[in-house]
């Protein structure tokens, strides 16, 4: 596992909260919503795309 991708899902958590915060107390608790929910999909992209990587190289691994 890489340090780098504790990085990107934090940075994305962080960017995500700042947006958060600012768009609820504009008033725009919408899009707020809406910015939570596309940067919880980007983590999971992240995420999903590490697990795929970590499969493959169990598969080449045992050979299969």
Not at 33 to 59: H, Y
Request: net charge neutral; hydrophobic share 65%.
């Amino acid at each position: 596992m890489n340090i780098d991708l504790i990085f990107k899902i934090a940075a994305v958590g962080i960017i995500v909260a700042v947006l958060n915060i600012l768009l609820s107390r504009s008033g725009r608790d919408d899009q707020a919503l809406m910015t939570s929910i596309a940067g919880l999909v980007v983590v999971l992209v992240i995420v999903v795309r590490e697990i795929a990587n970590l499969f493959a190289e169990i598969k080449m691994l045992f050979g299969f």
